[in-house]
Antibody, heavy 119, light 110 residues
Framework: QLQLQESGPGLVKPSETLSLTCTVS??????????GSWVRQPPGKGLEWVGS???????YYSPSLKSRVTISVDTSKNQFSVKLNSVTAADTAVYYC???????????WGQGTLVTVSS | QSVLTQPPSISAAPGQKVTISCSGS????????LSWYRQVPGSAPQLLIY???KRFSGIPDRFSGSKSGTSATLGITGLQTGDEAIYYC???????????FGTGTKVTVL
């Protein structure tokens, strides 16, 4: 059974960089059928796709976040990460890492980690 | 704001059937696979339906999905108190070049 676990600071100051890592166990995220992805959810609001990486090295980002977000992968550690720079209070959310099939469904999710942007 | 529209809330008595709609456009629902998720507050979303109408592993046949044109529907029969949650639809939008989720529907079992 694939398991994903997010880790990283729970508090980030405005204008700084949010950085989270997802550790995958029970399998590999690098496959021709799947992406590794980040999805976030502001408190009390809906789900928002942040971005995804594909095993061939390509990355895909939400148009609204594209200028500030970077997703990278460390296959040797079975981890992938997200960095979001110049954060504001609007970036406060629970961030989930998830496996994303090429046919647009998310099957395995981490438990999520709350990141609060505040001074 | 989301490009996929769902009713904010639906309620029904135990044992009843509910249907949740998801309305989109030609650049998303009409031409791409749709999936459905259930989220209990405080927990991660859980995949229910993928590729429009296929139940994910372990999901009972009380849950069904369908799609027609620019709209899709999630059906839940034999409603149980454990079905209380927020339900989201999701798909790829080739015009936005982004994965999009619905606005979410809160199901309440009376």
């Amino acid at each position: 059974q694939l398991q994903l676990q997010e880790s990283g600071p729970g508090l980030v100051k405005p204008s700084e960089t949010l950085s989270l890592t997802c550790t995958v166990s029970g399998g590999s995220i690098s496959s021709s059928n799947y992406y590794g992805s980040w999805v976030r959810q502001p408190p009390g609001k809906g789900l928002e796709w942040v971005g995804s990486f594909y095993y061939d090295g390509n990355t895909y980002y939400s148009p609204s976040l594209k200028s500030r977000v970077t997703i990278s992968v460390d296959t040797s550690k079975n981890q992938f990460s997200v960095k979001l720079n110049s954060v504001t209070a609007a970036d406060t959310a629970v961030y989930y890492c998830t496996r994303h099939h090429t046919n647009s469904w998310f099957d395995y999710w981490g438990q999520g980690t709350l990141v609060t942007v505040s001074s | 704001q989301s490009v996929l529209t769902q009713p904010p809330s639906i309620s029904a008595a135990p044992g009843q059937k509910v249907t949740i709609s998801c309305s989109g456009s030609s650049s998303n629902i009409e031409s791409m696979y749709l999936s459905w998720y259930r989220q209990v507050p405080g927990s991660a979303p859980q995949l229910l339906i993928y590729e429009n109408n296929k139940r994910f592993s372990g999901i009972p046949d009380r849950f069904s999905g369908s799609k027609s044109g620019t709209s899709a529907t999630l059906g839940i029969t034999g409603l149980q108190t454990g079905d209380e949650a927020i339900y989201y639809c999701g798909t790829w939008d080739y015009s936005l070049n982004a994965h999009v989720f619905g606005t979410g529907t809160k199901v309440t079992v009376l």
